[in-house]
């Protein structure tokens, strides 16, 4: 395969795969507006705000990735068009530091996670129940869309490196 189809192929499947931190805002939003409309307990009106905060945040990172892969796409033939070879250095060096983001959120989301549990195990208010309860739901959408793309992200840079072996 080469350089520009492959690269295409990836920030293709990168946009795909931000669509779904939208999809996961919209179900946020939706919880919320229902725990608003039907919510008679404490505890379920208590949702109504972590819910919609946590729905705005992943609109924000859905939306604000997939406008990035779009414009990446369209300008991967542009770029690869005027210098192939700083392309392909500019696409190693972009890859190898993705990688290395991918490590820090994979160290840094489950420690969110174990202090959200933590609050749910001591902290009996119902505010900081669905606080928690809704942060738990949210970091664990982002692990596993986050999950899927740093696998991506490591297979492109394999395949990357795969391609200087062949030409040189």
Do not use: C
């Amino acid at each position: 395969m080469d350089l520009l189809k492959l690269s295409i192929e990836w920030a293709k499947a990168e946009v795909f795969s931000t669509r779904f931190f939208i999809f996961f805002s919209i179900g946020f939003l939706i919880a919320s507006v229902g725990f608003w409309q039907l919510g008679k307990t404490d505890l379920a009106k208590a949702y109504v705000i972590p819910t919609l905060v946590a729905g705005i945040l992943l609109l924000i990172i859905g939306i604000g990735t997939n406008y990035t892969n779009i414009q990446r796409v369209k300008q991967f033939e542009k770029d690869y068009n005027t210098d192939n070879i700083a392309f392909y250095k500019s696409e190693v060096e972009r890859s190898e530091s993705t990688v290395k983001q991918f490590i820090v959120v994979f160290k840094v989301v489950p420690l969110l996670i174990i202090v959200a549990a933590l609050i749910i195990l001591f902290v009996n208010t119902p505010t900081w129940r669905a606080i928690s309860v809704t942060a738990l739901s949210m970091f664990i959408v982002i692990l596993l869309i986050d999950g899927n793309a740093q696998s991506r992200i490591e297979n492109y840079h394999k395949e990357l490196k795969l391609l200087e072996l062949k030409n040189e």
